[in-house]
Nanobody, 127 residues
Framework: QVQLVESGGGLVQPGGSLRLSCAAS????????MGWFRQAPGKEREFVAA????????SYANSVKGRFTISRDNAKNTVYLQMNSLKPEDTAVYYC????????????????????WGQGTQVTVSS
């Protein structure tokens, strides 16, 4: 069974930064693409960023492009989301997700292809 545990959320002022981490266990982490999603109160879950298992390919939502960076350390079974220039509209619960199947080194899953999800970590951007 795959387990994903997010950490690093909190309260930050507009313009500030946070780094989220997602520690994975239960299978060979390095062979699976990973993603970050978020859900704000009263809104549907939305895609934030994704990274292929090799790290060679990344994908971002337009709303975070240029401000957020996804990365991974396969030796530590961990994926990160560095969030800079945070805005109040970034306030949400952030979820880490893992693909349900292995893929090519540049494979980025569609949302329905993520099979495992973490419990989420709250990010609040407010002055």
């Amino acid at each position: 069974q795959v387990q994903l545990v997010e950490s690093g959320g909190g309260l930050v002022q507009p313009g500030g930064s946070l780094r989220l981490s997602c520690a994975a266990s239960g299978r060979t982490f390095s062979r699976y693409a990973m993603g970050w999603f978020r859900q704000a109160p009263g809104k549907e879950r939305e895609f934030v960023a994704a990274i292929s298992w090799s790290g060679a390919t990344t994908s971002y939502a337009n709303s975070v492009k240029g401000r957020f960076t996804i990365s991974r350390d396969n030796a530590k079974n961990t994926v990160y989301l560095q969030m800079n220039s945070l805005k109040p509209e970034d306030t949400a619960v952030y979820y880490c997700a893992a693909a349900g199947r292995e893929g090519s080194s540049d494979y980025i899953p569609r949302e329905y292809e993520y099979a495992y999800w973490g419990q989420g970590t709250q990010v609040t951007v407010s002055s």
